[in-house]
T-cell receptor, first 114, second 110 residues
Framework: GAGVSQSPRYKVAKRGQDVALRCDPI?????LFWYQQALGQGPEFLTY????????KSGLPSDRFFAERPEGSVSTLKIQRTQQEDSAVYLC????????????FGDGTRLSIL | KNEVEQSPQNLTAQEGEFITINCSYS?????LHWLQQHPGGGIVSLFM???GKKKHGRLIATINIQEKHSSLHITASHPRDSAVYIC????????????FGKGTLLTVNP
Protein backbone atom coordinates (compact mmCIF):
# COMPACT_ATOMS: atom_id res chain seq x y z
CA GLY A 1 0.00 0.00 0.00
CA ALA A 2 0.90 3.67 -0.02
CA GLY A 3 0.82 4.25 3.72
CA VAL A 4 3.62 5.04 6.16
CA SER A 5 5.88 2.02 6.49
CA GLN A 6 8.06 1.31 9.51
CA SER A 7 10.67 -1.38 9.96
CA PRO A 8 11.34 -3.54 11.74
CA ARG A 9 7.95 -4.15 13.35
CA TYR A 10 9.61 -5.72 16.37
CA LYS A 11 13.12 -5.29 17.69
CA VAL A 12 14.70 -6.97 20.68
CA ALA A 13 18.09 -5.74 21.81
CA LYS A 14 20.34 -6.19 24.80
CA ARG A 15 20.98 -3.25 27.06
CA GLY A 16 23.88 -1.25 25.74
CA GLN A 17 23.38 -2.12 22.07
CA ASP A 18 22.65 0.47 19.40
CA VAL A 19 19.44 0.23 17.37
CA ALA A 20 18.17 1.90 14.21
CA LEU A 21 14.50 2.24 13.33
CA ARG A 22 13.37 3.14 9.83
CA CYS A 23 10.39 5.13 8.57
CA ASP A 24 9.24 5.39 4.95
CA PRO A 25 6.71 8.23 4.80
CA ILE A 26 3.97 8.61 2.24
CA UNK A 27 5.48 9.85 -1.02
CA UNK A 28 5.29 13.62 -1.25
CA UNK A 29 4.75 14.20 2.44
CA UNK A 30 6.92 17.08 3.57
CA UNK A 31 6.43 16.71 7.31
CA LEU A 32 7.64 13.73 9.32
CA PHE A 33 7.22 13.07 13.03
CA TRP A 34 8.61 10.54 15.48
CA TYR A 35 6.73 9.62 18.66
CA GLN A 36 7.48 7.33 21.60
CA GLN A 37 4.62 5.39 23.18
CA ALA A 38 5.24 3.63 26.49
CA LEU A 39 2.95 0.79 27.51
CA GLY A 40 -0.45 2.07 28.57
CA GLN A 41 0.37 5.66 27.66
CA GLY A 42 -0.39 7.99 24.79
CA PRO A 43 2.31 8.80 22.25
CA GLU A 44 4.80 11.51 23.14
CA PHE A 45 6.45 13.79 20.62
CA LEU A 46 10.13 13.17 19.91
CA THR A 47 11.09 15.15 16.83
CA TYR A 48 9.82 16.84 13.66
CA UNK A 49 11.28 17.18 10.16
CA UNK A 50 10.22 19.43 7.34
CA UNK A 51 11.86 17.87 4.29
CA UNK A 52 15.47 17.16 5.39
CA UNK A 53 15.52 19.86 8.07
CA UNK A 54 15.04 18.78 11.66
CA UNK A 55 13.05 21.74 12.94
CA UNK A 56 12.26 20.46 16.42
CA LYS A 57 14.06 17.83 18.47
CA SER A 58 12.85 19.04 21.84
CA GLY A 59 11.20 15.73 22.69
CA LEU A 60 14.28 13.54 22.34
CA PRO A 61 14.83 12.20 25.89
CA SER A 62 18.62 12.20 25.84
CA ASP A 63 21.65 12.64 23.61
CA ARG A 64 21.53 8.88 23.00
CA PHE A 65 18.64 9.53 20.63
CA PHE A 66 19.39 10.80 17.15
CA ALA A 67 17.14 11.17 14.11
CA GLU A 68 17.94 12.01 10.52
CA ARG A 69 16.20 12.43 7.19
CA PRO A 70 19.08 13.18 4.84
CA GLU A 71 17.19 13.29 1.53
CA GLY A 72 13.87 14.51 2.83
CA SER A 73 12.15 11.16 2.48
CA VAL A 74 13.16 8.11 4.54
CA SER A 75 13.99 8.81 8.17
CA THR A 76 15.99 6.83 10.70
CA LEU A 77 15.73 7.06 14.47
CA LYS A 78 18.87 5.79 16.16
CA ILE A 79 19.22 4.97 19.83
CA GLN A 80 22.71 4.45 21.16
CA ARG A 81 23.65 2.47 24.27
CA THR A 82 20.06 1.39 24.80
CA GLN A 83 18.58 1.28 28.30
CA GLN A 84 15.58 -0.66 29.58
CA GLU A 85 13.54 2.53 29.83
CA ASP A 86 13.86 2.89 26.05
CA SER A 87 11.46 -0.05 25.66
CA ALA A 88 8.39 1.36 23.91
CA VAL A 89 6.58 1.53 20.60
CA TYR A 90 8.16 4.09 18.29
CA LEU A 91 5.65 5.62 15.89
CA CYS A 92 6.36 7.58 12.75
CA UNK A 93 3.83 9.87 11.09
CA UNK A 94 3.90 11.99 7.96
CA UNK A 95 1.74 14.72 6.52
CA UNK A 96 1.50 17.20 3.71
CA UNK A 97 2.68 20.72 4.49
CA UNK A 98 0.24 22.94 6.34
CA UNK A 99 -1.25 23.03 9.79
CA UNK A 100 -4.62 21.66 8.71
CA UNK A 101 -3.19 18.48 7.24
CA UNK A 102 -3.86 15.24 9.12
CA UNK A 103 -0.95 13.09 10.22
CA UNK A 104 -0.79 9.55 8.81
CA PHE A 105 0.74 7.04 11.19
CA GLY A 106 2.74 3.91 10.60
CA ASP A 107 2.16 0.72 12.57
CA GLY A 108 5.15 1.44 14.78
CA THR A 109 8.23 -0.46 15.86
CA ARG A 110 7.93 -2.26 19.18
CA LEU A 111 11.35 -2.07 20.86
CA SER A 112 12.18 -4.31 23.79
CA ILE A 113 15.43 -3.85 25.66
CA LEU A 114 16.51 -6.84 27.73
CA LYS B 1 -1.24 17.30 35.58
CA ASN B 2 -1.42 16.15 31.96
CA GLU B 3 -2.42 18.80 29.46
CA VAL B 4 -4.90 16.30 27.97
CA GLU B 5 -7.12 14.17 30.19
CA GLN B 6 -9.41 11.43 28.91
CA SER B 7 -12.22 9.61 30.66
CA PRO B 8 -12.98 6.88 31.21
CA GLN B 9 -9.66 5.02 31.00
CA ASN B 10 -11.48 1.75 30.30
CA LEU B 11 -14.97 1.21 28.96
CA THR B 12 -16.84 -2.04 28.39
CA ALA B 13 -20.12 -2.03 26.50
CA GLN B 14 -22.59 -4.42 24.95
CA GLU B 15 -23.08 -4.44 21.23
CA GLY B 16 -25.57 -1.78 20.20
CA GLU B 17 -24.94 0.57 23.09
CA PHE B 18 -24.26 4.28 22.68
CA ILE B 19 -20.68 5.13 23.69
CA THR B 20 -19.26 8.44 24.91
CA ILE B 21 -15.57 9.14 25.50
CA ASN B 22 -14.54 12.48 26.98
CA CYS B 23 -11.46 14.65 26.56
CA SER B 24 -10.52 17.74 28.55
CA TYR B 25 -7.51 19.91 27.90
CA SER B 26 -5.89 22.77 29.74
CA UNK B 27 -4.16 24.79 27.01
CA UNK B 28 -5.36 26.97 24.18
CA UNK B 29 -5.55 24.87 21.05
CA UNK B 30 -5.79 25.31 17.32
CA UNK B 31 -7.14 21.82 16.65
CA LEU B 32 -8.17 18.63 18.39
CA HIS B 33 -7.81 15.13 16.95
CA TRP B 34 -9.54 11.88 17.75
CA LEU B 35 -7.49 8.81 16.83
CA GLN B 36 -8.15 5.07 16.90
CA GLN B 37 -5.43 2.57 17.78
CA HIS B 38 -5.92 -1.15 17.31
CA PRO B 39 -3.81 -3.83 19.02
CA GLY B 40 -0.51 -4.00 17.18
CA GLY B 41 -0.02 -0.26 17.21
CA GLY B 42 -1.48 1.19 14.00
CA ILE B 43 -3.13 4.58 14.52
CA VAL B 44 -5.90 5.91 12.32
CA SER B 45 -7.06 9.51 12.38
CA LEU B 46 -10.82 9.71 12.90
CA PHE B 47 -11.48 13.43 13.20
CA MET B 48 -9.71 16.76 13.28
CA UNK B 49 -11.85 19.61 14.55
CA UNK B 50 -11.48 23.10 15.87
CA UNK B 51 -15.13 23.95 16.50
CA GLY B 52 -18.61 22.50 16.49
CA LYS B 53 -19.35 18.95 15.47
CA LYS B 54 -18.32 16.39 12.86
CA LYS B 55 -19.98 13.14 11.89
CA HIS B 56 -18.66 10.16 9.97
CA GLY B 57 -20.85 7.09 9.82
CA ARG B 58 -21.60 5.99 13.38
CA LEU B 59 -18.97 8.29 14.86
CA ILE B 60 -19.67 11.83 16.08
CA ALA B 61 -17.13 14.25 17.54
CA THR B 62 -17.99 17.49 19.29
CA ILE B 63 -15.88 20.22 20.79
CA ASN B 64 -16.63 23.12 23.15
CA ILE B 65 -13.75 25.57 22.91
CA GLN B 66 -14.91 27.71 25.84
CA GLU B 67 -15.11 24.70 28.16
CA LYS B 68 -11.95 23.09 26.69
CA HIS B 69 -13.81 19.82 26.25
CA SER B 70 -14.47 17.35 23.47
CA SER B 71 -16.51 14.17 23.23
CA LEU B 72 -16.40 11.22 20.87
CA HIS B 73 -19.66 9.34 20.47
CA ILE B 74 -20.21 5.95 18.86
CA THR B 75 -23.77 5.01 18.01
CA ALA B 76 -24.92 1.37 17.69
CA SER B 77 -21.54 0.10 18.89
CA HIS B 78 -20.11 -3.09 17.39
CA PRO B 79 -17.35 -5.47 18.53
CA ARG B 80 -15.15 -4.20 15.68
CA ASP B 81 -15.19 -0.78 17.40
CA SER B 82 -13.06 -2.31 20.17
CA ALA B 83 -9.83 -0.32 20.22
CA VAL B 84 -8.01 2.43 22.10
CA TYR B 85 -9.35 5.89 21.34
CA ILE B 86 -6.89 8.73 21.79
CA CYS B 87 -7.52 12.45 22.01
CA UNK B 88 -4.69 14.75 20.87
CA UNK B 89 -4.46 18.53 20.76
CA UNK B 90 -2.37 20.92 18.74
CA UNK B 91 -1.67 23.89 20.96
CA UNK B 92 -2.28 27.36 19.66
CA UNK B 93 1.42 28.14 19.72
CA UNK B 94 2.41 25.34 17.36
CA UNK B 95 1.31 24.42 13.88
CA UNK B 96 2.48 20.83 14.14
CA UNK B 97 3.16 19.48 17.63
CA UNK B 98 0.49 17.18 19.08
CA UNK B 99 -0.01 16.43 22.78
CA PHE B 100 -1.82 13.16 23.38
CA GLY B 101 -4.07 11.83 26.10
CA LYS B 102 -3.42 8.38 27.54
CA GLY B 103 -6.26 6.86 25.59
CA THR B 104 -9.52 5.08 26.42
CA LEU B 105 -9.64 1.31 25.97
CA LEU B 106 -13.05 0.39 24.57
CA THR B 107 -14.25 -3.19 24.55
CA VAL B 108 -17.56 -3.96 22.90
CA ASN B 109 -18.91 -7.41 23.67
CA PRO B 110 -21.26 -9.26 21.31
Amino acid sequence: GAGVSQSPRYKVAKRGQDVALRCDPISGHVSLFWYQQALGQGPEFLTYFQNEAQLDKSGLPSDRFFAERPEGSVSTLKIQRTQQEDSAVYLCASSLEGQHQPQHFGDGTRLSIL
Amino acid sequence: KNEVEQSPQNLTAQEGEFITINCSYSVGISALHWLQQHPGGGIVSLFMLSSGKKKHGRLIATINIQEKHSSLHITASHPRDSAVYICAVRSGGSNYKLTFGKGTLLTVNP
